[in-house]
């Protein structure tokens, strides 16, 4: 009797030791941290130098433990041929774990000559927070590198192709543009010519106002202070291009008929009215005049005319 007590006792305690082993590992099992999904590229043949390759990883850690920011892969860092060019990390903090989803890119720039089996790093997150440290671990993956040519210099030489001719472009609407754009810009500037030159360059600007014009200006810049002389000299200019557009001997009481035979000059009939007063006074007075503020008023007027004779 006290053997069979003693043998249930022992089962009882084996049952119940395995028991609490189960829970320890159960609760063991449901506390570690775990892969959720690793997407790796979709083709495993054919990259060349320059091309891009990207991996997904999705990791569920549970609290408290957690992945330190310096635990993830670094941009830049090489491997055999590889660069790490980009490297994401989204966390999504929830109430028992937290996610963590890690996009990395990564680059070949090695140039084999033949096609050569290379891979993408393992990669390793390191947790933190636990009683006992843990490693999460992505495996490295293989694919074929493929040269861009096959073979040597000599190969790729006799394989170079000529440069695509580039299709020519129809300039005839900008050739159209470009000579109306010119003609634009030639009439301009012959219509500022024609209204602001003092020459005799163009057609209609040689007539007799624009030789006074002329005229008046060399008096008005000549050395030397301005008397009676020079301004009897100055009316003169003027009277001579009246007289030329009149067709005879112009005086004060043939303003009107000279204004009804060149209706360009009739806005500035009252200006000849009074440079006829002017003259006459000039002519006949017997005070000192100041001829130098005379002649510039003559230069003045004398463009003035030099205008309407050209229609301005």
Known sequence: MIKLISKLGITALLAGLLSVSLLLNAAEATSSANIISLINPAQTFGVQIGDKLSRKVVLEVPAPLKIAEIAFPKKGTKNNGVELVDAG??????????????????????NPVKPQVMYLPAEKFSLTGGAKSEVLEIPAWSFWHSPIV?????????NIQPEAIPPLVDVSAHKTRLAVFASLL??????????????????????????????????????????????????????????????????????????????????????????????????????????QKTIMDLVRLSKQLRDCERGV
């Open 89 to 110: 990390v989204v966390t999504e903090q929830q109430k028992t774990l937290t996610r963590y989803t890690v996009n990395l890119i990564y680059q070949t720039f090695s």
């Open 150 to 158: 096959a073979g040597d210099i000599t190969t790729a030489e006799k």
């Open 186 to 291: 030639a009439a301009s500037l012959l219509a500022l010519l024609y209204l602001n030159a003092d020459g005799n360059w163009l057609p209609f600007m040689g007539g007799a106002f624009a030789r006074a014009h002329r005229q008046l200006k060399r008096l008005a810049k000549s050395k030397g202070a301005k008397t009676s002389v020079e301004e009897k000299q100055a009316l003169v200019y003027i009277h001579q291009a009246f007289n030329q557009h009149f067709g005879a001997n112009m005086f004060a009481r043939d303003i009107e008929p000279f204004v009804a035979k060149r209706s360009g000059f009739k806005k500035m009939s009252a200006e000849i009215a009074r440079f006829f007063d002017q003259s006459n006074q000039a002519l006949y007075a017997i005070e000192p005049r100041n001829s």
